[in-house]
């Protein structure tokens, strides 16, 4: 599961998220897509968080400087 894109661990969390909506599914099936669910989501935050480091470098007089960002 570690080499999933971001974009096919969005769509797994929308199918799971489809599944347990429509309460067809046993409870054990239930908490295993939880289960899953779950690691989906660190993975997306994960790359999130790797993205944000990329994008928080901007090119300044030809060198990289990091972005200020006023909170």
Same mark, same amino acid.
């Given at each position: 599961?570690?080499? *999933?894109?971001?974009?096919?661990?969005? &769509?797994?969390?929308?199918? *799971?998220?489809?599944?347990?909506?429509?309460?067809?599914?046993? @409870?054990?099936?239930?908490?295993?897509?939880?289960?899953?669910?779950?690691?989906?989501?660190?993975?997306?935050?994960? &790359?999130?968080?790797?993205?944000?480091? &990329?994008?928080?470098? *901007?090119?300044?007089?030809?060198? @990289?400087?990091? @972005?200020?960002?006023?909170?």
């Amino acid at each position: 599961m570690d080499n *999933i894109t971001f974009e096919q661990a969005m &769509k797994r969390l929308e199918e *799971i998220i489809k599944e347990l909506e429509d309460n067809q599914t046993s @409870l054990e099936n239930s908490v295993e897509l939880f289960q899953e669910g779950i690691k989906l989501s660190k993975i997306c935050s994960d &790359k999130l968080a790797g993205i944000e480091d &990329k994008v928080a470098k *901007i090119l300044v007089d030809g060198k @990289l400087e990091d @972005l200020k960002i006023e909170e």
